[in-house]
């Protein structure tokens, strides 16, 4: 897996691979592959909480199932494995 | 109704005649003559007239467009609450009730709605403007509302135009998101620390100078626009034009707004009072000379313009989303206007967040500004159209918003005419003011009533 990313706070964190932009939330089990790169930095420069993240992003992108990942534990660890997220 | 004006100004008269596009300086004899070829259908007696007659006695006169059919918005509306932080003592907007936001989902499908209208009657542009309370106190609203249009936008091919009547109370990070999203910013700024503090402190702190500046400078210094508003009392009607010349010299706006305050019980327990029509006007005029050294516009509400039907968003077919989900023409609380026997509700939005408009009350609020009976002997119905539709009372004489919309529009068609001197003179003279002001009928065709001739 090639990615990077960045720990935005002590719930998200941003992490970009090579084909999608991906914003991983440790505490409510969500990650939201966006479709704006640029709408999705924006909202997490302006918002801390992945509640509030997610419920602008469903209304701006008009999705209504944001799917908790199935494997997003061990997504996580694989990505602290590597440094990506704390 | 041939809707042609006569205005005296020192010993002559400007002519004035908005639907036909014309305005003259003339003597007053002229304007006898031309009274007399109007009214005996033959030409003038004087051939120097006869241009000016027959345009004149064109009975195809230009009104404003009428909107017709189905509902054609100018722009969209958002309130995203009614809440503010500052605690403005001449503020009548309070929140009625308990606070409350709008519904995100509400507000994107008005977004929708809005961005298919535009693009159904082959527009280009999706002009959105978040009114208040403080819409900065629901800012997941304004975030959802302004992305959602740029990505609906962006698929149809149209532009997004964003504004937003803003107090500026927040942090340097919002100001800053407003820098970068948004087309114009209408900030609210009084003048200096010891006049915007008095008049528009916060709910937890005294201080708002601070706050608006800082933003002032964010957006004056960003691609946005800078329109800043000063409400004008007692307090700072005498130093406009050092206002003026401030706010130039450190922001760099685009326009600057001066209106007058309303009095209500607040103001009144704060010992605060709105200024002398004459001074407002004197004033304004002294502050838009200073101003316009910079190339600064100095307009107020319902100062001259393109002819209209209506100087606010009612009956420009706007629809304005409030928090309980409501569809409106005016941004005011509802309460206002019911108090006047009056509905300016437009639809609603359901449960399916699906926009349910009334044709029926879109073309009554239509009616309601083409036949407004107040202003049909003023020169400035035409442009001023009676200013806000629910506040301004319905009487038969002139009041102090319409003594100093009378006077600043004289000044801005003699302006227009390259008389800016007269304008000068006019507002020197309170003589002249009242002449003017107090002119019972502008119409040429009630001339033989007129005292001032």
């Not at chain 1, 990615?3 to 969500?30: M, P």
């Not at chain 1, 709408?39 to 992108?61: C, G, H, P, R, T």
């Not at chain 2, 109370?169 to 006049?195: C, E, H, M, R």
């Not at chain 2, 704060?270 to 200073?290: C, G, M, V, W």
Request: with cysteine; charged share 20%; aromatic share 10%.
């Amino acid at each position: 897996m090639n990615c990077h990313g960045i720990q935005i706070n002590s719930e998200i964190s941003w992490v970009i691979d090579n084909k999608r932009t991906i914003i991983v939330s440790s505490k409510k089990n969500v990650i939201i592959f966006s479709m704006d790169e640029s709408i999705m930095w924006n909202l997490i420069q302006y918002f801390s909480k992945m509640d509030d993240i997610i419920e602008i992003a469903k209304a701006v992108f008009n999705i209504n199932n944001f799917q908790a990942h199935q494997k997003i534990e061990t997504t996580l660890n694989d990505w602290r494995k590597k440094g990506l997220i704390q | 109704m041939n809707w042609v004006y006569i205005l005296p100004i020192l010993d002559n008269i400007i002519l004035y005649a908005p639907l036909h596009g014309i305005s003259a300086y003339v003597n007053s004899l002229a304007v006898k003559r031309l009274k007399n070829a109007i009214d005996s259908g033959k030409n003038p007696e004087c051939k120097e007239l006869m241009s000016l007659y027959s345009v004149l006695n064109n009975k195809q006169v230009r009104e404003p467009y009428k909107k017709k059919g189905e509902i054609k918005p100018d722009f969209l509306g958002v309130i995203p609450t009614r809440y503010c932080n500052a605690n403005c003592i001449y503020c009548d907007f309070e929140a009625i009730g308990p606070i409350q936001h709008i519904d995100i989902n509400h507000a994107v499908s008005c977004v929708d709605w809005y961005v298919s209208r535009v693009k159904n009657r082959d527009g280009e542009v999706v002009k959105i403007h978040f009114f208040g309370g403080e819409p900065m106190m629901a800012p997941k609203v304004v975030t959802a509302v302004v992305h959602r249009a740029r990505v609906v936008t962006n698929s149809m091919d149209l532009i997004p135009q964003f504004e937003i009547s803003t107090n500026g109370q927040y942090s340097q990070k919002w100001a800053q998101f407003l820098a970068d999203y948004f087309t114009s910013v209408v900030l609210s700024l009084d003048g200096p620390k010891n006049i915007q503090n008095f008049h528009r402190p916060l709910r937890k702190s005294f201080d708002s100078f601070t706050s608006a500046v800082r933003t002032a400078k964010i957006i004056g210094n960003s691609h946005a626009e800078l329109f800043l508003r000063t409400c004008v009392s007692k307090k700072n009607v005498n130093i406009l034009s050092d206002i003026a010349r401030w706010f130039c010299e450190e922001f760099q706006p685009t326009k600057i707004n001066f209106e007058v305050m309303q009095e209500t019980p607040k103001t009144i327990n704060h010992d605060l009072t709105k200024p002398d029509p004459y001074t407002f006007s004197s004033q304004f005029i002294h502050a838009r000379n200073e101003a316009s050294v910079f190339n600064v516009p100095v307009v107020y509400g319902a100062d001259f313009d393109k002819p209209r039907w209506s100087s606010c968003p009612v009956a420009k077919d706007v629809v304005i989303v409030t928090p309980d989900g409501r569809l409106n023409s005016c941004y005011l609380e509802p309460e206002r206007w019911k108090q006047k026997c009056m509905d300016l509700t437009v639809g609603h939005i359901d449960q399916n967040n699906k926009i349910n408009i009334n044709s029926f009350s879109v073309n009554q609020i239509r009616e309601m500004v083409w036949h407004k009976p107040l202003c049909e002997k003023c020169f400035c119905r035409w442009t001023c159209a009676g200013g806000c539709h629910v506040s301004q009372a319905k009487c038969n004489i002139y009041n102090d918003f319409c003594i100093q919309t009378r006077i600043i529009t004289v000044c801005s068609i003699l302006d227009k005419m390259n008389l800016g001197h007269l304008s000068k003179l006019l507002i020197s003279d309170l003589t002249m003011m009242k002449v003017l002001a107090e002119q019972p009928s502008d119409l040429l065709s009630d001339l033989k009533l007129t005292t001032c001739m």
